[in-house]
C-alpha cells in the first residue's frame, strides 16, 4: 500500500520542494548502501515520512542531516544535497520489510506473473533476503522489524477468520499497529520521547487511512477478479469507507498537534493536507470542502494568495516569511554578500546568484547526457538541465501546458492552500504567507 502521499510541486516551496526531495533521494541511496541495488526498487513516497518525521524533531543543524549525493540520471546527472542518518535507515528498513511483505502477499494470491511457478519462486527468495536484509538495517537503529513481519501473518488469519458482516477496522488493525510502531521509533531516534505517544496514535491512524484507501481503489477491480477485498467482505459501503477516512485525517491533525517538532513545515503538509487530497483523489472532495473553494476562488479566475506552489512557506519561524513575493522572471538580487531568497534554488547543482553560469557540455558528452534523459522521461516531464547548456529548463509536458495529474488547478485559490480543514478556518499552524481564506466555514 504505497503512494498514498504524492505531493504536486506546485504544492510545495521552493524549500519544501528541495527538502521533499532530499528525503526521497535520501531513502533511495540508504536502500542501496545498507541493502543493495535492487533494494532500490522499494523505494516509496510514503516510506520517507520515517526519514521526515525523525528530522524534523530534531534539533540538529541542517548540515547534519545532509549529504551530497553523486549525478544521478533521474535528476539529470547533477548532484544533490540529500537526507542522511538514522531518520533514512529507518525509512529505508521499513520500506524494504513493508516491500517484502507486498510481494508476499502478490505471491499468495497468484496475482499476475506471480501466478508462474519460476516468478514466485525467485519473489519468494527476494522477500526472504529482503527480510533479513531490513531485520539488520532496522536494528542497526535499535527498531525491530519483527512488528511489521507480524503484523503481515496476522493479516492473513484476521481475513479468514472474519466473520460475515465484521467491522472493517477488525482487517486494518495489523496496518495500524505496524505503522505505529514506525512512527513512535522516530521520536527515540530523534531524542523525543514525549512524541512517542501522539506519533504513535498518527501512525495508527495513518495506517488505517492506507489500508482502507487500497481496498477502495481496489474494489471493482478485486470484484471483477473475486480477490479479497475487506470493504466487500465486510458489507462497508463507500459512505462509511469515506468517513472513516476523513475522520483519520482529522485525527492525524489533531495528534500532530500534540508533537513537538523543531519545523513543522513538510510535516504538515505531507500528514495534514496531503492526506486529505488522498482521500480526495478516491472519493471525490467534501461537499464543505468544495464549497468553501468555490467560494474563496477569485471571480476573474486568476491566482489567488498563497498557493503553495507560489513561494510560500508553511513554517511558521522561517525567517523570510515577511518577505515580498518574487516573479519567477525577476532576476534575485546579486552581489557579494547580499542575502538569498528562499525562492532561489541552493545547494549543489545549482548556480548562486551572481555566479558564473556553468560551462556547455561538448557533443559528445551532451548527446550522452540527453540520451540518460530521454531514457528516463526527464526531457518530457520534468525540470531539468539542458543536457547541454546546462541552463533550468521547464519538460515539455510544462511547456505544452498538460494538466499535471490529480494535481489539478492547485494553486488556484486561496482555498487550496489552507484546505480549510473543516475546524472552524485553516488549519494551525499552516503557515500560508499572509493566506487570508476568508473562508466562511
Not at 536484509?133 to 542497526?140: D, E, L, P, T, V
Request: aromatic fraction near 4%; charge should be negative; include cysteine.
Amino acid at each position: 500500500m504505497f503512494g498514498i502521499i504524492r505531493p504536486c510541486r506546485h504544492r510545495l516551496s521552493e524549500r519544501l520542494q528541495a527538502s521533499w526531495m532530499a528525503h526521497l533521494c535520501g531513502l533511495c541511496l540508504a536502500l542501496r548502501d545498507d541493502h543493495g541495488q535492487l533494494a532500490r526498487t522499494a523505494t516509496n513516497y510514503d516510506g520517507l515520512i520515517i526519514s521526515v518525521l525523525v528530522e524534523a524533531q530534531s534539533a540538529k543543524d541542517d548540515a547534519s542531516w545532509r549529504r551530497t549525493a553523486g549525478p544521478c540520471p533521474l535528476r539529470g546527472m547533477r548532484t544533490a544535497s540529500v537526507a542522511k542518518g538514522e531518520g533514512a535507515r529507518l525509512a529505508a528498513a521499513v520500506s524494504l520489510a513493508l516491500a517484502s511483505v507486498k510481494i508476499r502477499d502478490h505471491v499468495e494470491d497468484r496475482d499476475g506473473v506471480f501466478a508462474r511457478r519460476p516468478v514466485a519462486a525467485g519473489a519468494r527468495a527476494v522477500t526472504r533476503r529482503w527480510d533479513r536484509k531490513s531485520a539488520g538495517g532496522a536494528s542497526a537503529v535499535g527498531f525491530d522489524t519483527a512488528v511489521l513481519l507480524d503484523a503481515a501473518s496476522r493479516q492473513g488469519a484476521l481475513e479468514r477468520a472474519l466473520p460475515p458482516g465484521g467491522s472493517v477496522l477488525l482487517v486494518t488493525e495489523p496496518t495500524e499497529s505496524a505503522t505505529s510502531a514506525a512512527f513512535a521509533h522516530t521520536a527515540v531516534l530523534a531524542g523525543r520521547p514525549g512524541n512517542a505517544e501522539p506519533l504513535a496514535e498518527a501512525g495508527r491512524l495513518f495506517g488505517r487511512l492506507a489500508h482502507l484507501l487500497d481496498a477502495a481503489e481496489d474494489q471493482a477491480e478485486d470484484a471483477a477478479s473475486g480477490a479479497w477485498n475487506p470493504l466487500t467482505a465486510t458489507g462497508t459501503d463507500r459512505a462509511e469507507a469515506e468517513r472513516l477516512c476523513r475522520d483519520a485525517v482529522h485525527g492525524i491533525r489533531l495528534a500532530l498537534r500534540e508533537v513537538e517538532l523543531t519545523d513543522r513545515a513538510l510535516v504538515h503538509t505531507l500528514l495534514a493536507h496531503e492526506t486529505e487530497r488522498a482521500v480526495e483523489r478516491v472519493f471525490g472532495p467534501a461537499a464543505h470542502t468544495a464549497t468553501c473553494r468555490t467560494r474563496t476562488a477569485p471571480a476573474d479566475g486568476s491566482a489567488g494568495h498563497g498557493g503553495a506552489g507560489h513561494g510560500s512557506d508553511p513554517h511558521g519561524s522561517d525567517p523570510y516569511r515577511s518577505a515580498p513575493r518574487q516573479d519567477p522572471g525577476q532576476a534575485p538580487p546579486a552581489g557579494p554578500g547580499a542575502p538569498i531568497p528562499p525562492w532561489v534554488p541552493q545547494g549543489p547543482g545549482f548556480t548562486p546568484p551572481g555566479g558564473r553560469p556553468p560551462h556547455r557540455r561538448n557533443l559528445l558528452a551532451g548527446c550522452a547526457v540527453w540520451a540518460l534523459m530521454a531514457c528516463t522521461c526527464q526531457l518530457m516531464c520534468c525540470s531539468h538541465d539542458d543536457p547541454f547548456s546546462r541552463e533550468r529548463k521547464e519538460g515539455w509536458c510544462a511547456r505544452q501546458d498538460v494538466d499535471c495529474g490529480d494535481c489539478g488547478d492547485c494553486c488556484s485559490n486561496c482555498g487550496d492552500c489552507c484546505n480549510c480543514c473543516g475546524d472552524g478556518g485553516c488549519c494551525d499552524g499552516c503557515g500560508c504567507d499572509g493566506c487570508d481564506c476568508g473562508c466562511d466555514c
